[in-house]
């Protein structure tokens, strides 16, 4: 199983801040996009982990361009978190990261300049209207799945910024704290660092700029500072 590839962890067995449990295991996977798997080892990976519902969080069209082979009996639910296209974060059709590298490799600048601001990004998923909402009904199937035993798998592309932030206030819905819930989300970079350097050694070779390599360096990698952020920002629903 591309287990690596996938960015893939259950959060169960996290401890609450007070000592007095942890995160059920076996109810809560996080991911990236389970188009990379074929049709019978996504079956595997269902069939495995018992997952009984998928909630995608890409938008609808990166969901159509980059399909979850489900097996049947899983529920599958799209909860997009953004509305609109940001390269470096979504991965709308023709933006893949890599692809407009090499369609833009001799303008370095244009390509910097494509690439969002990542604080600002973490921000809006929790403070935006419309992200904000999409969070909280998240959190609520998620919440819900789990008292009745459904395993629910949650996952956007990378499974690192979308998926890092609704795996935040899931954790801050048990009370963990917000270092352990840091230190998960720092998790990524173990999967992601082998895959980021292949890239990020493709860019070099298309760009021939180290200044961009460095840029897309920290964008496909995992910044606490950045969980720090989206957590401050972030306020709890009201029970």
Known sequence: MKRKELNLRDLGGIAFADGKGTVPRGRFLRSGKLSILS???????????????????????????????????VTYMLMPLLKDAAVGITRETGSDPMTIIRQLRRHPEKLKAMIPDFRDLYTRIVTDDYSRRQVDKVLAVLRSNAEQG?????????????????????LKSYGV????????????????????????????????????????????????QLMETAIRAYVAPTP
Not at 42 to 55: F, Q
């Open 150 to 170: 459904i395993c629910t798998l949650f996952h956007c592309t990378a499974g690192k910024d979308r998926t890092g932030i609704i795996a935040m206030a899931l």
């Open 39 to 73: 049709p019978e080892e996504c079956a595997a990976l269902c069939r495995k982990h018992r997952i009984g519902c998928v909630i995608d969080l890409r938008t609808p069209v990166e969901a159509a361009e980059f399909q979850d082979p489900l097996p049947q009996g």
């Open 177 to 224: 704290a917000d270092e352990d819930i840091i230190r998960d989300y720092l998790r990524t970079n173990r999967n992601a660092f082998w895959p980021t350097v292949k890239k990020c050694a493709a860019v070099a070779l298309l760009t021939r700029n180290r200044s961009l390599v460095t840029t897309a360096y920290k964008s496909f990698m995992a910044d606490r």
